[in-house]
Each structure stands twice: as structure tokens, then as C-alpha cells.
């Protein structure tokens, strides 16, 4: 949070002509030299992206609600009518009724979710349906006026960057040189983490032989058993076992909200995919510290790429801001194989 607050005041610096990517400023200079806005930008890619594309967005969001007024008002005067009169009017004719029958429909439809008896959410439920119903007339109407009044929204959308992610060394199933990369930095023990996998092992079956996904270790500081648990991974992978272990932890179901990755468990898991015991047994006291260390690097090189939390996924140097469902993803990686 201290980096990206420290990247958003720089930011606030720079004038907006440079943000939407003009000319390389000098925003500092110092006895022998400066600082400039490409300079700034190299090791802070993944923030600067973030700040434009919130500003596009709020630009957007202003264009589309001015938009709205102005043609609205257009629209009264056409028909000399007050703006008010005007809107009133036209969502009469597109609001439906709130009946008892649609109140009953979706407190069955939801009765699981909302969890009370229906005397005692019948009146929410009403003015959330007439809420519902303005909503919808007031979109309709803003729709149609769009339209006929050819509404363009001309702000181009800022591209997000391009990383150049060194994988070397580490643990990947698929094609070592395939033409689409995903890089996955995650935690075993976080539940976001776990719910993706039953998607990413259908991605396993159906592209291993045309994508190349590595699996990088981001184990958050506030999980207690993920460090362990990733150092017994690595462990496992000194045996060319690294996903087979990988896939049993992902798969240690819940027993309520505990999930039980102590030791005992971890070692169960290394008896059953035939792991030399003495060998990791050795290799996961880490004695040295290495295999901590070397995971400790990939946590310092993801934060340095602007990692802030897990499951992180970069396909092909880009970070996927998409829904990590396999249609979603499949749809991104057959978007790529095709191009």
C-alpha cells in the first residue's frame, strides 16, 4: 500500500497529457543528472496501469451520466416539455407493477440466500423490486435516447502493460516452448487459490501439449501453514514430483472452515506419491535455510512485478483481470493459440 500510495502521488505530479502517454517529462532533477517520466514508470508498470484505468473509468462513468442530462434535456425541449415532466412521463410508460405474486416468486427464488421469514422481509423485498423497476425504465429510456442520438464514448482505453516474466528454474506442466505462458503465483492454504484448481487441472487435460503454466509461491504471511507447505512442494519437486504433490495438498478437503496442512498431513502426502522419505524428510527441515530462501525470492520478484495477493495470473506478461473460470480462461488461451 506505502509503494502504491508513493506511485499515485508521483502520478498526481505528472500532467495528464503524460499519463495517457506523451512526451518522456523530467518530473525531478538532482546535481548531474534527472529523473524522468519513463524512468518512473519501468519498475511501476502494473500501478501506473491501475491509476489510468480508474481514471478512464470515472471518465467514462462522467461522460455517460453528462451524456444522459444533456440528451434528456434535448429531448424535453423537442417536445416542449420541462426535463422533469419530460422523464417522468416517459418512465411511467416503462415502469412495471409490483405485485404480491412477484414478491412471493422471489422470496422462494431466494428463500435459501435471504434466510427469514417472509412477514419480515415482504416490505424490503417490494422496494426492492420498485427500485429494480425504475432502474430498468430509467435504463430503457437512456438506451433509446442513446441510440437515436448516436451517443460515442471516444476515450480510448489504456492498454495494461506487457511484462517480461522470468520463469527460469521454475516448476511449469505443458510445452516448454509454447507459444501461450500463464504464470500462476499462489498459496496453498488460500481458499481463493483452492477453488480454481478443479478448472485449472480441466485446462491441464485439455492444453497440456499446447501451454506452458507455471506455478510460482506467493504464501501470504497471514496463513501459518503455507510456508511449510510450499517448502515441502519444493522438496517433492527435487524429485520430479512437484505437481503430483502440488495437486494432493489443493485437494486436503475442509473439515468445517479447518483445513489441515500440518506436517503429519504433508508427510501422508509424500508416503502416497512414493517420494524417497529419507531424501524429503532432509530437504524439508531445511537446515540451511535455502528452500525457504528460494521462496522468499519469488516473493520479492512478485511484489516487484506488482503482486498484491493470491491467485495472481499473467498470461503472456499480461495480468487476466477476468473471471478464473475454465470458460473464461479457455476463452483467453484460444484467443491467443488463434492469433
Known sequence: MKKF???????LSVSTSTLCGGANETIATFDGGNVTT???????????????????????????ETAREKIFEAEAKKRNLPVDKFVETELAKRRGNVTDEMIRQFYENNKQRINQPFAIVRDRIRQQLINNSEKGARDGLTSELFKAYNFKFNLQEPK???????NDGKPFWGKADAKVVITEFSDFECPYCRQMQGDVQRLKAEYSGKIKWVFRNFPLDFHPQAMPSHIAAQCAGKQAKYFEFQTKVFSIPYNGRELDMSPAQLDRIAQSIGLNMQAYTQCKADKDGKEREAIEADMRYAQ??????TPTIYINGVLYQQERSYEAMKQ????????
Open 5 to 11: 500510495l508513493t506511485v499515485l502521488a508521483l502520478v
Open 38 to 64: 519513463k524512468d518512473v514508470e519501468k519498475n511501476n508498470e502494473q500501478e501506473f496501469y491501475e491509476i489510468r484505468q480508474k481514471e478512464f473509468q470515472i471518465r467514462q462513468q462522467a461522460a455517460f
Open 332 to 339: 483467453a488461451i484460444d484467443k491467443l493459440l488463434d492469433s
Open 160 to 166: 495494461p502493460p506487457t511484462l517480461t516474466i522470468v
Open 304 to 309: 516487484k512485478i506488482g503482486v498484491r495477493g
